[in-house]
């Protein structure tokens, strides 16, 4: 059933201080930017909440920023501006991988990755690139200002973040990483398709490894990385991942296919990145 836009209400505030106050006077509100998911829910009918704020011109959600530690990447960065950036292709090859892999050009040209995270669903192509590149999301508020959440902390269960009511995420923050990069989608189709399961990893000595699709929230697989950087066989890797992730049977996959395609994946990464610092992805 389609959903109806009568009894909504859509605020339009100007710069992020309005905006900030409107969250904090008028709540609760749900942001919009590029609208991708939002308007799927609206066309199915299940789009429950009626308050929405347009935070499409904020400037202050924009730009990609080369800084001491890495880089700051705004809310607001769509998937066509993190394919296009030199700086995210320089330093974080495997979210350009991850972007062109989120549906078709008019959902790349319009999706945001700020929109990608806050939408918390555990199949997000760029939620285990941030995961695995020890990212921190930064959220601001009219009352508390400003504070950084390891990307590791901000989701506490299925659709749910540590964000209050009141706070918007404004951008990213990405250390720089040493090692190569690497990211593999798995779907029903080459392209414009949820992932079954998603990957991404950084090799080396100190591997980082997460995985999107397989658990209520994306999941970042600190026992597996230990087992990986131990230097046993990959089975020994593969038998602690299949303990930390929780597949499940949907309409997309079986619990069983996703469990054997993320060891082939696991596999895959470590033959293709063990011991190797080139920042290329595939």
């Known amino acids: 059933m389609l959903g109806s836009i009568l009894h909504r209400q859509l605020l339009d505030p100007r710069s992020l201080p309005a905006a900030l106050k409107m969250l904090r006077d008028e709540g609760p509100i749900v942001p919009l930017a590029g609208c991708t998911d939002l308007y799927v829910s609206l066309n199915f009918g299940t789009l429950e909440q009626t308050q929405f704020m347009n935070i499409w011109r904020l400037k202050e959600l924009r730009g990609i920023q080369r800084r001491a530690d890495g880089l700051r990447i705004g809310a607001l960065t769509t998937y066509t501006e993190l394919i296009r950036s030199p700086l995210v292709n320089r330093d974080i090859p495997m979210l350009v991988a991850a972007a062109r892999e989120v549906g078709g050009l008019q959902i790349q040209h319009r999706g945001t990755l700020g929109g990608n995270v806050a939408n918390a669903s555990p199949a997000g192509d760029t939620l285990p690139v941030l995961a695995a590149a020890d990212a921190r999301v930064?959220?601001?508020?009219?009352?508390?200002?400003?504070?950084?959440?390891?990307?590791?902390?901000?989701?506490?269960?299925?659709?749910?973040?540590?964000?209050?009511?009141?706070?918007?995420?404004?951008?990213?923050?990405?250390?720089?990483?040493?090692?190569?990069?690497?990211?593999?989608?798995?779907?029903?189709?080459?392209?414009?398709?949820?992932?079954?399961?998603?990957?991404?990893?950084?090799?080396?000595?100190?591997?980082?490894?997460?995985?999107?699709?397989?658990?209520?929230?994306?999941?970042?697989?600190?026992?597996?990385?230990?087992?990986?950087?131990?230097?046993?066989?990959?089975?020994?890797?593969?038998?602690?991942?299949?303990?930390?992730?929780?597949?499940?049977?949907?309409?997309?996959?079986?619990?069983?296919?996703?469990?054997?395609?993320?060891?082939n994946l696991l596999a895959q990464f470590w033959r293709e990145t063990r011991g190797r610092d080139s920042r290329r992805t595939r």
């Open 138 to 263: 930064e959220l601001q508020s009219a009352t508390g200002g400003t504070r950084q959440v390891p990307f590791t902390s901000f989701y506490t269960g299925y659709r749910q973040t540590v964000a209050r009511p009141d706070e918007l995420i404004v951008a990213f923050h990405v250390p720089a990483i040493r090692g190569r990069q690497w990211f593999q989608k798995v779907g029903t189709r080459a392209a414009q398709a949820i992932s079954k399961v998603v990957v991404a990893g950084v090799g080396g000595s100190q591997p980082r490894v997460a995985l999107g699709s397989v658990a209520p929230t994306v999941v970042r697989l600190t026992k597996t990385e230990a087992a990986l950087a131990a230097g046993g066989p990959i089975a020994d890797a593969q038998r602690v991942m299949l303990d930390e992730i929780a597949p499940i049977d949907d309409i997309r996959s079986t619990a069983e296919y996703r469990r054997q395609v993320a060891i």
